[in-house]
Every structure is written in C-alpha cells, then in structure tokens.
C-alpha cells in the first residue's frame, strides 16, 4: 500500500519537476527553502533577505550586489494560488513600529522575487526567486512515512518516559495508562489522549527544557487543520507485536496516523518540498545551550531526523527534469549577534558538528553543504569589559521585557553589556553523554548556568532608508544563490 | 597578534569556567569600552631575508666565497682610490680636494643604489610574503591574517589614484564581521580588477610586438635579443604594476623565480589547450616560416608574461580568475591568420 503510494507521488512529483523545468527554460527559477525549528529565526531571516536584496543593503561579500551587477530586485505577484503569501511587508512594519521581532512561522508561505543582473561578461539576465519559508517540524513527520503506528508509538512513548522529558510527561502518561489500545472505539476518549499529548509537546518546547524532537510536527502548528481527526490521534502502550484489533481505540488511532500521514505529509512533500533546489536550514543552537545538555541532544536527534529528509545530490541531465535534488544546503546557527564575533567560529563549529553526519551524505552524492554563524538582523553592538584584570568580550543590546539575568528582570528599554559565557574551544565537551558537559537553565540551580542568552529586542532605527545591519547574511547569499548570478 | 593571544587566553580560562561565568553589565558601570574593540594595528616582526630563502645545508662556501671576494676588491678600491687622492694631493692641493669631493659623492652614490636595491628586493620579498599570508588565509579561513593581509594590500595600493573609491570601501569592510577567507576574495576582487586587466594588456601587446619584431627582422639573433629586453622589460613594468618596482638585482631575482615558475608548471596551464591545439593542428603550420616563428615566439613572451604576473601578484587568484594563454595568446593567431589571408591575395596579384 505504502509503496503504491509512494509509487504515485514520485509520478506525479516528476510530473510537477518537468513542468517547473519547462516554464524554466524562458525564465529561469531558483526555489529556495528556509526552513528550521520553531524559533530558529526562518521569519526573520527570509524578511532581512528580502529586504536586503530590493534595498540592496552593504554585501560585501555578496560578489553580484557589491560589484552592482544587480540591476534591481522586486517583489512579484506569488505565482502559487493556493499557498499563502509570505507577508513581508506585514513583518517590516513590525520590526520598524513596534520594535519586535515579526510572528513566527506556522505554515508555508512563499514570496517570489524577480532578479535582473548582469552576467560578468555584461549581458542582462532575468532571475526568479521564489523562498519557500516552512516549519522545519513539518520534516520531522518526513520519516513517519517509512514508519507504522506501533514504531511511532514504541518511540514516542519511551522518549516520554525518559529524561528529561519525564518532567512533563505525567499527565499524558496517565492518560495513555486508563485508556489503553483494547478499549471500545470512543471519540472522546479519543480528543482526550490526544489533548493530553499535544499538551505535553508543548511543554516540551517551554524555555527550560527546550526539545526539538517533537514529531508529529502539525501537532503544535495545527493551522487550519486544528480538531479534525487526522490530528486527533496520540501514541497509545501498544502490545509488543504492535497489532490492534477492529473497533478499538487503538484501530481507531492507527487508522487517523495513517490519514495524517496521507492527508498532510504526504502533499507537504509533494507539493513543496520535493521541488526546491536550495536550501536553508536555521538552527537555534544558543537557546539549546541555553537549556542544557538534554536540549543539546534532542537538537541533534532532530537534525538527525531533517537531514535524513533531504534528497541532496548534483543534478544529472535527467534528475533534473524528473526529480529535482537539492543542489545546496546550508546550516546557519543563527542569533550570531548574542555572541562576540571571537565566539563565532566556536559556534561555528558546534554546528559542523551537529552536521557531521550530513556532510559526509552530501559529500558523497557531490552536493555543496556548508555551515555559517549568521544574524539575519544584528541586534546587538559589541563591548570590551574590564573585570577583575581580565577583559570580558561582550555585547550590548536591550533585552525583551521580562527577561531575566542574575536576579535582574529587565523592562524593555534598558540597553545592557551581557557576557554570556565562553563557548568551548573543543565541541565535543558539549556532547558529553555522561550530561556533565555543561549546566544549562533545566539544571537544578538555573544561575549556575554556563550560558546565557538573552533574548533582544530589534535594533532600533530599521526601515528609515538605512539598511539593517546583518552578520554574515551576504555570504549565505552567496553561498545559496551567488551562483546562479553569473 | 592581539586576535591570537585572546584566543589563547580563552582557551586557558575555558576549563577553568568558574572565572568566566555569565555577567550582566549596566552601561554606566566602570570600565566598559562601547565602540567595538578593533583589532589593533597588527605589528610585523621584520622580514628576515633569510628565513624567505630556503635553507642550505652544510658550509655556506659559495657565500664565503662571494664576501671574501667582496672584501678583498673593497679593500684594493680603497687603497686604489686613497693613493690616487694622495697623488692628487702632491700633484696640488686644490686638485686633492676635487678627488676627495668626487670620490665622496661617488661613495654616496653607491650607498644610494645599494639601498635602492635592497629596497627593490625587499619590496619583492614583501609582495611573496603577502602572497603567502593570504593563501594559509584562504586555506584555513584565518581572519586575522586575512586583515593583515588586506591592510597590506591597502597600503600597496595607497599610490593607485584610480583606486581610491575602491579603498575606502574596503577599509569601511574591514570593521564589520567577515571571514578570513572571504575578506581576501573581497579584497582580490576590490583592488585587483583593474589592476588586471592591465597586466593582461601588457602581456598581450608585448607578445604581439615580440611576434611582428620576429616575423619582419632578418637576423635570428635580432629576434632573441628583442624577445629578451621585451621579457625583462615586461616583467620590470608587471612587477611595477603590482607594487613591485624591482631593482636590477630584484630583476634578477625575479627573472630567476619567472624561469623557476615556468619550470614548475612547464610552460602549460589549464585552458592553453586550445591554443596548443589550434598551432599543433597546423595553423603555425600552415604560415609562413617567419610568420610561425613570429607566433611562437609571441606565444613564449606570452607564458614568460603569464608566470610574471604569477609571481608578481600579491594575492593568488582565487575570486578572479587567473588569466589563461588564451586570453593574452588569441590577438596573436588572430594576427597571423589575417596575415596569411592577405598574403595569397598578393600572390594572386603579382
């Protein structure tokens, strides 16, 4: 059954690829993804990219803007009907009014850009751009498809029952004990488990505990889908041969996993991301280190699991026009600006190596991935401190209203020097498994943290025909589409 | 230097994490610097000639040699020149004193060329040591060292009227947060184009020049001394160009390191294929004998130029591309083949 399916999407993905590629060939289309887990600033980047590529902002190191081969980059109508609009100017306008960060992603949305340039050689060009901006927990539901009910089940219930999830998990776990799988078929009993699931993802996802492994990923951003049954189902204690029998709970649950994954995983892939051909994955990696080792690890598992999502690879002649492979990835550990820029090759490379795995995939197939510390927009100024003979590299920026450092709840307005701690040298003392590696906010005294990162506000002054400052923005725009500008 | 002993600091306090905690600071605390600290002006030990060159084994005989000579024909100028002053003097004394004045402004001088020299090489040497500073940049995406490196270039390029607009970009650059390697490609791709697309000229129009010279002069040995004072003069003007201005002993040197290149690489780099294959498939072939030998010589002033500019570039071609025998090497065959054009058209006629 599955492979029938799989069979029918492939067909129709090819389909799909080989009419992209034909009205390609009159003008030429990049499809980029933004994507990463919630909070990992996809909003943010994708705004500061459109805004910098129509303001044309200083990119140094974006070799077609600075040498101003770049003739002018607008924003078009969206060419797909039924997907929604990336709302940029929606996004700008918070950003300059009110000073906040925009809404974070909860569906995919697309924005399309036209790019005139000049090749090196001086003939003008036409190149559209279309970002795709999608929560990268919709690809963690990319591997449900290979995945019965009994597996999901068997692995969502023994990540529960572990810690440090088992601090949150005692309501759901009580809700899966007094119904189990052999009870009638109940609509009621139904929403209940389920409401006790997605409340307990939900705590998962809180500041302290910060987990990325939340599948499945609709779960937390129902969008429009929210109470239908294909999102009313939950992991029930299945037995160990994983059947169930007809007219109980537990057909009933496998029944909607099975309809969850036809009716939203399914089209996601076929629809959105089978077709892309750059990618960009943010990875939050500050607020993970922020929360402790636990958060660190299920960071990682996640990555594990979006990588595993990608079909990387140079595109032959044929792939091209039948199945399109993404030709670039990049990894951006982004809120670079809550660091000194002497962190920023530390974080660097933590990231390479939460990617280690996936380089090497992408190695062998002879795709580009590459990995870079970025703040789409830079929040922050940098300071020297001098304490106790030692001087301390900091930053200076004004922290969100209610956050709170050393028994300091700050207002909103005031600016502040934060030192937040030093990023190893090595990072594989991060990932040490016996969870010594570093104290984090979920540990039991959360000012002996080693890391603190608080969050800031917006730079003020966006918008008043300066361009944002960003760190790094230009070469990932180099890196993801500076090829295809010449 | 400042970057590194940071660096090295921080791993020290690293493990020992107690002394680095989490702060907050207010602004109107004591001690803090707001404007971000840039890195300082890096500090060079001086170039040590020496260490450039590679290092000998055994007794340094051939230098003994060469400084024993030097003293010895030192020693007998001076004793030559004193007894030719002390002559003057008994010849009379006002001529004394012209000898004296003659000889000092003659001494003077040759400390002048001395310096000029040393300066020459030392400019040489600078040029390789950038070189080299900006290839272990790009390789291990070195920051400071990429800034030294594109403060280097700045200054190499100080002189450069045309470049102004161009510098004080790169110098807006330099504070903001860019990796090592792609500051030198920034770099490279600022100030270098230009500068480029001269040397390219250069090389161009000096293999034309050597090809017509060999195609009309009547003397074999005409050819080869012309072909000769081009190459010098070309690499002279390349190294010019580049921020090099070379002496005569830098000249040397630089011919030296020209031949070594071309030894090294034998003559051939990506993308001459080409033009091997167009003279190996029979265009040199099919011209005339002093025609082809035009070309070919032409086509040796264009390698000898193309290693010139290998060897004179302060940055290695990374973000631009380097230029190919192609490039400098088609006016030449266009040259020629237009040339052979005309010529049965004249034989029809007489």
């Not at chain 2, 230097?1 to 109107?28: C, I, K, Y």
């Not at chain 2, 007894?83 to 002048?112: C, H, K, N, P």
Request: proline residues 6%.
């Amino acid at each position: 059954m599955a492979g029938f399916a799989d069979a029918l999407d492939d067909a129709r993905i090819a389909l799909m690829s080989l009419a992209d590629r034909t009205t390609g060939l009159a003008n030429p289309t990049l499809r980029l993804g933004v994507t990463g887990l919630s909070r990992a600033g996809k909003t943010i980047f994708t705004t500061a990219l459109v805004h910098a590529l129509t303001q044309s902002a200083r990119m140094p190191v974006f070799e077609a803007a600075s040498s101003g081969r770049i003739a002018h980059a607008r924003l078009e109508p969206q060419p797909n009907d039924a997907v929604p609009r990336f709302a940029y100017e929606a996004h700008m306008a918070s950003l300059q009014q009110a000073r906040a960060w925009p809404e974070s992603t909860t569906r995919v949305s697309e924005l399309r850009i036209a790019l005139r340039y000049a090749t090196p050689r001086g003939s003008l060009r036409n190149l559209t751009l279309d970002l795709v901006d999608y929560p990268g927990e919709w690809l963690l539901d990319l591997p449900l498809l290979d995945m019965s009910y009994a597996d999901f089940s068997r692995q969502s219930l023994s990540l529960a029952r572990a810690a440090p999830r088992s601090a949150v998990s005692g309501p759901y776990l009580a809700a899966v004990a007094t119904n189990p799988p052999t009870a009638p078929a109940d609509e009621s009993r139904a929403r209940e488990v389920a409401g006790q699931f997605t409340a307990y993802l939900a705590a998962c996802r809180s500041d302290t505990l910060a987990m990325s492994l939340l599948p499945p990923g609709r779960f937390l951003m129902p969008g429009e889908l929210e109470g239908s049954p294909a999102l009313t189902f939950a992991p029930l204690d299945l037995p160990d041969d994983g059947t169930t029998r007809s007219n109980t709970l537990g057909a009933m649950m496998e029944r909607r996993f099975e309809a969850y994954k036809s009716a939203v995983v399914r089209p996601f892939f076929r629809n959105h991301f089978s077709r892309l051909d750059r990618q960009i994955v943010l990875v939050d990696i500050l607020s993970a280190l922020n929360a402790g080792p636990a958060a660190l690890a299920d960071l990682e598992r996640a990555l594990d699991g979006i990588l595993a999502a990608f079909r990387t690879g140079r595109n032959s002649l044929v792939s091209t026009l039948f199945r399109p492979r993404v030709e670039k990835v990049l990894f951006a550990a982004t809120k670079a600006d809550h660091l000194h820029r002497s962190s920023h090759d530390r974080l660097e490379a933590i990231l390479a190596k939460l990617v280690e795995r996936a380089r090497l995939r992408a190695h062998e197939r002879g795709a580009a991935l590459d990995v870079v510390a970025l703040a789409a927009i830079r929040a922050t100024r940098e300071a020297r401190v001098r304490r106790d003979g030692q001087d301390l590299d900091a930053i200076v920026g004004t922290p969100e209203k209610g956050q709170r450092a050393g028994g300091h709840v700050f207002d909103g307005e005031e600016e502040v020097a934060v030192f937040p701690g030093d990023l190893p040298l090595d990072p594989d003392s991060l990932f040490d498994p016996s969870d010594t590696g570093f104290r984090g906010l979920a540990a039991e005294n959360p000012e002996a943290a080693d890391f603190r990162f608080l969050r800031f506000r917006p730079p003020a002054g966006i918008g008043e025909g300066r361009a944002i400052p960003h760190i790094r923005l230009d070469r990932a725009l180099q890196f993801l589409i500076g090829d295809r500008l010449v | 230097m400042s970057d590194e002993s940071t660096t090295a600091r921080n791993a020290h306090t690293a493990d020992a994490r107690t002394t680095r905690r989490p702060q907050v600071f207010r602004l109107d605390e004591e001690h803090i610097t707001l404007a971000p600290p840039e890195p300082a002006e890096p500090e060079y030990a001086p170039l040590d000639a020496a260490a450039l060159s590679p290092r000998k084994s055994g007794w340094p005989w051939g230098s003994i040699f060469w400084s024993a000579l030097g003293g010895v024909v030192s020693l007998a100028f001076y004793v030559a020149l004193s007894r030719l002053i002390t002559d003057l003097f008994a010849q009379s004394e006002w001529l004394g004193y012209l000898g004296a004045g003659v000889a000092l402004v003659l001494v003077l001088a040759a400390l002048g060329l001395v310096v000029r020299e040393v300066g020459g090489l030392y400019r040489l040497a600078h040029l390789d040591h950038i070189r080299d500073e900006a290839i272990s940049a790009l390789a291990e995406d070195d920051r400071a060292k990429a800034e030294k490196v594109t403060r280097e270039m700045l200054k190499l390029t100080a002189e450069n009227p045309g470049l102004a607009r161009a510098r004080v970009d790169l110098e807006g650059h330099l504070g903001s947060i860019i990796d090592g390697g792609d500051l030198v490609r920034l770099t490279e791709r600022t100030l270098l184009p230009n500068l480029d697309s001269r040397a390219r000229q250069m090389v161009s129009d000096a293999a034309k020049n050597v090809s017509v010279v060999t195609a009309i002069s009547p003397r074999a040995l005409l050819d080869l001394a012309f072909v000769l004072f081009t190459a010098v003069s070309l690499m002279r003007r390349l190294a010019q160009l580049y921020g090099g201005r070379p002496g005569a002993l830098g000249m040397l040197r630089l011919f030296r390191h020209v031949l070594g290149h071309l030894a090294i690489t034998g003559g051939m780099a990506a993308g001459d294929t080409l033009v091997q294959q167009l003279v190996g498939q029979g265009v040199a072939a099919k011209l005339s004998a002093k025609l082809g030998e035009g070309v070919v010589n032409g086509m040796l002033t264009a390698r000898l130029g193309l290693a010139a500019i290998a060897v004179t570039r302060p940055l290695p071609f990374d973000a631009l591309p380097a230029p190919r025998l192609a490039d400098v090497a088609t006016g030449l065959l266009r040259k020629a083949e237009e040339e052979e054009q005309k010529k049965p058209k004249d034989g029809a006629r007489t």
